[in-house]
C-alpha cells in the first residue's frame, strides 16, 4: 500500500501562484508514473497533468497548459505542481496520484489508470 500526502494548497488572489507537493513516506513511487487531479464543488473529477516515472514524459490538459508544471524529485520521492497565473476556475480539491502499471506507453490521463491516491488538497482562488 502507496500513501500519498499532499501539501501546499490554499487561498490565493487570481493571478497568483501555489506550489503543491506530493509526498509518499514510507514507500517508493520513484518507479510509477504519477499524476495530478482534481475536483471542483458539483463537478466531477478531472485530469490536470502527470509525469512518467523517468520525467521524460509530462502532460497537460489544456486548460492548464502554459500555466503548471508538473515535476518530480525522485531521489526525495516527491511530485510537485507549480502553479502560476491562477485563476478562480482553478479551484478545487487537488489529488497527487500514483500509476503503478509500468507497462503503460505515456503516461496515465484518466483516473482509472491510476491505484493510489492522496486525500487532497484545496485550492481556492479568489477574484
Known amino acids: 500500500q502507496v500513501q500519498l500526502i499532499e501539501s501546499g494548497g490554499g487561498l490565493v488572489q487570481a493571478g497568483g501562484s501555489l506550489r503543491l507537493s506530493c509526498a509518499a513516506p514510507?514507500?517508493?513511487?520513484?518507479?510509477?508514473?504519477m499524476g495530478w487531479f482534481r475536483q471542483a464543488p458539483g463537478k466531477e473529477r478531472e485530469f490536470v497533468a502527470a509525469i512518467s516515472w523517468n520525467a521524460a514524459i509530462t502532460y497537460y490538459t489544456d486548460s492548464v497548459k502554459g500555466r503548471f508544471t508538473i515535476s518530480r524529485d525522485n531521489a526525495k520521492n516527491t511530485v510537485d505542481l507549480q502553479m502560476n497565473s491562477l485563476k478562480p476556475e482553478d479551484t478545487a480539491v487537488y489529488y497527487c496520484?500514483?500509476?503503478?502499471?509500468?507497462?503503460?506507453?505515456?503516461?496515465?490521463?484518466?483516473?482509472?489508470?491510476?491505484?493510489?491516491w492522496g486525500q487532497g488538497t484545496q485550492v481556492t482562488v479568489s477574484t
Open positions: 496520484a500514483a500509476d503503478r502499471n509500468m507497462l503503460r506507453v505515456g503516461v496515465g490521463v484518466r483516473d482509472i489508470n491510476y491505484t493510489y
Open positions: 514510507g514507500s517508493t513511487v520513484s518507479i510509477y508514473g
